[in-house]
């Protein structure tokens, strides 16, 4: 069994790099969906600002770790994808409590990244470049530029959709014969 996770900024794939690890037989445990869900749960609202916020609140009341330790309790069995983590303290903890581990970062420029929120078009994507710099800022300040700077495996993702498949489909290939060890 070999967990793999995940980290970038808003709009770098993680999403693909996860859809294409469901292809290839992962499952898949998103963090952001952790964070949507129990904000949902407490009645709030589904912005950027209401869900970015409580993500804050919660890492302030219940420690920096506090997704990584909410995603443990749910992670399914078998080879598994963490997408979204956010810091180092997450990554930490999930390094302590996960014997087969691999970290991937993945990274694309600004403006590509912005474009691809803005075409998505989620509830908590943002519309305009000052709402993606607010954004930008947030998950920066949690520290997820250490978590990509740091990762085991860095794919770059500002060329082509299928290129960028063809080097998730490698790179996940990778992994599974075991020429990258786990954490």
Known sequence: MVVIVVSGL???GKEEFVRIAIEEGFSMIRMGDMVRQHAMDL??????LSIGGHANSERDHHGKEVWAVRTMEKLPPGNTVIDGCRSEYELAYFKENIENMITVGIEASVETRFHRLVARKRDDDPTTMEDFQRRENRELGWGISDAVKNAQ???GNDGSLEDFRQLCRDTLLTIENGDIKGA
Do not use: V
């Open 153 to 155: 495996i860095k794919l």
């Open 10 to 12: 808003p709009g770098a």
């Open 43 to 48: 009645g709030l609202e589904m912005g950027d």
